[in-house]
């Protein structure tokens, strides 16, 4: 019986959860526990039904009574119990047990693993649909550190019995491509989704840390988790760390900057600086609930199709290290972004933009998909308290300014516009720098490429240091300058 006839094409051949866990299960080695709080215990389910668990399963519990489980792992300061320090607490006891009980010397080549997830599923009305934090922390030598790995879920799915078994069927693929795909952590990253369809689970947040992962860098991990289409936002702060996007837009105010940043020039953060000062400005925004994020679309990241990693990192990386939080976002229109921070927050928003992104607002193309055209977009854009915080353009020729009283729309938006802008909604952003106007990234970055010089002062200050000395945006001259 031949294996291939002609005309066959080639596939991956994806294991089933059952040879999976089997697997796990067969290898001598690989040995730990398993603890589950909130959605069953449907991971560990699937090893015991695979068979040969019990040289793999040292302990499975579930401690779902809130009591028991401070008990076990200690009272969280917020009082929360599906959060990422609850989920790191329990990996750390976990494997602190296993280590005090079982005696190295009489297992020497065991592969210790703790794997744990805290939970919420849908709700009894099913108007939340729940989420969780789930993780494992392993070993693949044992004479080496531990190697982690975390992610945040959100459900999809209108049932909970469904999310647990799509949380079960996702936790046996964690622990199979920890073990087996550590050395390729974006197949490992894909490999989540086997046997599991993306619209049932989300996952917008991943971190992996230890020994063998020193080489990953998580932004592009999270870069990784658009592309892949299995979430359509991921953010990270100014330390480069990922967060969880809820953690920092709930019940806060937010002003958002979209743009290419490639590189940040002074143009962009004058924008940033008058529009937060006028947004400080506003009835009920406190400076200490309120968060600004720089936004990059994937559509920004694109280059001839294809996404430009080092050419994101480069952005990411200038940021970071100016103290920004970076959003990185599948959201082309604004609208959808307004609708992805109206998850979180029911604060006041702003949007800082030029006054071509406003233009392209006003432009029916972008909204011949939605049954109620450009009105329902923005019916959710402009939102509540949502304000647009217009930043002038001045045209090279002329010399002539543009803004919000003399902007032009097209002849069947000027009334929508008019309406707008009478309301509020979009206002000029005042005391901007008119030196400035004649500055783009555009031209900036083709005066790094080409080593021109003069682009250092159309940056803000110290960002054409890191530059220079990290080499980004393909910047060839040498360092001597900076290093002196």
Same mark, same amino acid.
């Given at each position: 019986?031949?294996?291939?006839?002609?005309?066959?094409?080639?596939?991956?051949?994806?294991?089933?959860?059952?040879?999976? =866990?089997?697997?796990?299960?067969?290898?001598?080695?690989?040995?730990?526990?398993?603890?589950?709080?909130?959605?069953?215990?449907?991971?560990?389910?699937?090893?015991?039904?695979?068979?040969?668990?019990?040289?793999?399963?040292?302990?499975?519990?579930?401690?779902?009574? !809130?009591?028991?489980?401070?008990?076990?792992?200690?009272?969280?300061?917020?009082?929360?119990?599906?959060?990422?320090?609850?989920?790191?607490?329990?990996?750390?006891?976990?494997?602190?047990? @296993?280590?005090?009980?079982?005696?190295?010397?009489?297992?020497?080549?065991?592969?210790?693993?703790?794997?744990?997830?805290?939970?919420?599923?849908?709700?009894?009305?099913?108007?939340?649909?729940?989420?969780?934090?789930?993780?494992?922390? #392993?070993?693949?030598?044992?004479?080496?550190?531990?190697?982690?790995?975390?992610?945040?879920?959100?459900?999809?799915?209108?049932?909970?019995?469904?999310?647990?078994?799509?949380?079960?069927?996702?936790?046996?693929?964690?622990?199979?491509?920890?073990?087996?795909?550590?050395?390729?952590?974006?197949?490992?990253?894909? #490999?989540?989704?086997?046997? @599991?369809? !993306?619209?049932?689970?989300?996952?917008?947040?991943?971190?992996?840390?230890?020994?063998?992962?020193?080489?990953?860098?998580?932004?592009?991990?999270?870069?990784?988790?658009?592309?892949?289409?299995?979430?359509?936002?991921?953010?990270?702060?100014?330390?480069?760390?990922?967060?969880?996007?809820?953690?920092?837009?709930?019940?806060?105010?937010?002003?958002?900057?979209?743009?290419?940043?490639?590189?940040?020039?002074?143009?962009?953060?004058?924008?940033?600086?008058?529009?937060?000062?006028?947004?400080?400005?506003?009835?009920?925004?406190?400076?200490?609930?309120?968060?600004?994020?720089?936004?990059?679309?994937?559509?920004?990241?694109? =280059?001839?199709?294809?996404?430009?990693?080092?050419?994101?990192?480069?952005?990411?990386?200038?940021?970071?290290?100016?103290?920004?939080?970076?959003?990185?976002?599948?959201?082309?229109?604004?609208?959808?972004?307004?609708?992805?921070?109206?998850?979180?927050?029911?604060?006041?928003?702003?949007?800082?933009?030029?006054?071509?992104?406003?233009?392209?607002?006003?432009?029916?193309?972008?909204?011949?998909?939605?049954?109620?055209?450009?009105?329902?977009?923005?019916?959710?854009?402009?939102?509540?308290?949502?304000?647009?915080?217009?930043?002038?353009?001045?045209?090279?020729?002329?010399?002539? #300014?543009?803004?919000?009283?003399?902007?032009?729309?097209?002849?069947?938006?000027?009334?929508? #516009?008019?309406?707008?802008?009478?309301?509020?909604?979009?206002?000029?952003?005042?005391?901007?720098?008119?030196?400035?106007?004649? @500055?783009?990234?555009?031209?900036?970055?083709?005066?790094?490429?080409?080593?021109?010089?003069?682009?250092?002062?159309?940056?803000?200050?110290?960002?054409?240091?890191?530059?220079?000395?990290?080499?980004?945006?393909?910047?060839?001259?040498?360092?001597?300058?900076?290093?002196?």
């Amino acid at each position: 019986m031949p294996e291939t006839i002609l005309g066959d094409k080639e596939f991956e051949n994806i294991p089933s959860i059952k040879s999976k =866990a089997l697997r796990i299960n067969l290898n001598e080695n690989i040995y730990g526990t398993f603890a589950e709080i909130g959605a069953g215990q449907e991971t560990v389910r699937n090893f015991f039904r695979a068979g040969g668990a019990s040289g793999t399963i040292a302990k499975t519990m579930s401690a779902y009574d !809130k009591d028991f489980s401070d008990a076990i792992y200690g009272i969280e300061e917020d009082g929360r119990y599906v959060t990422e320090a609850r989920l790191i607490k329990m990996l750390s006891h976990e494997i602190n047990l @296993i280590e005090e009980r079982i005696i190295r010397q009489k297992h020497p080549n065991k592969l210790f693993f703790a794997y744990a997830n805290t939970v919420a599923t849908i709700d009894f009305a099913k108007q939340y649909k729940g989420h969780g934090w789930l993780g494992i922390r #392993y070993q693949v030598d044992p004479k080496e550190a531990y190697n982690e790995i975390t992610l945040h879920v959100r459900f999809h799915e209108n049932d909970a019995q469904l999310q647990q078994i799509t949380l079960g069927i996702l936790g046996v693929n964690l622990i199979y491509g920890a073990y087996y795909k550590y050395d390729q952590p974006k197949k490992l990253l894909r #490999y989540l989704y086997d046997h @599991i369809d !993306k619209d049932k689970i989300e996952i917008d947040t991943i971190n992996f840390s230890g020994p063998r992962f020193q080489d990953v860098d998580n932004r592009l991990m999270s870069l990784q988790l658009i592309k892949n289409g299995m979430t359509d936002a991921v953010m990270f702060g100014p330390d480069g760390h990922n967060i969880l996007p809820a953690r920092i837009l709930y019940k806060k105010n937010i002003l958002a900057l979209r743009g290419s940043f490639r590189p940040v020039t002074k143009v962009n953060i004058d924008m940033f600086e008058r529009s937060y000062e006028m947004f400080l400005e506003e009835n009920r925004v406190e400076k200490e609930r309120t968060e600004v994020i720089f936004e990059i679309t994937l559509s920004n990241l694109r =280059a001839e199709g294809e996404i430009d990693e080092e050419d994101f990192m480069d952005r990411a990386k200038l940021l970071c290290s100016l103290g920004h939080t970076v959003m990185i976002s599948n959201f082309q229109e604004y609208y959808k972004l307004v609708e992805y921070f109206s998850r979180y927050t029911k604060m006041r928003m702003g949007l800082a933009m030029g006054v071509n992104n406003l233009v392209d607002i006003f432009d029916e193309k972008y909204y011949r998909h939605l049954s109620g055209g450009i009105l329902e977009a923005f019916g959710k854009l402009f939102f509540k308290d949502l304000k647009v915080y217009l930043y002038p353009m001045k045209d090279p020729e002329t010399g002539e #300014y543009t803004n919000s009283e003399n902007l032009k729309v097209h002849p069947r938006m000027k009334e929508l #516009y008019k309406f707008f802008k009478y309301n509020g909604k979009v206002v000029d952003i005042t005391n901007y720098n008119p030196d400035i106007l004649d @500055i783009f990234s555009r031209e900036v970055l083709s005066k790094i490429e080409s080593g021109e010089e003069g682009w250092e002062e159309m940056l803000p200050a110290g960002v054409s240091e890191i530059i220079k000395k990290k080499h980004l945006f393909n910047y060839k001259g040498t360092t001597e300058k900076v290093d002196n």
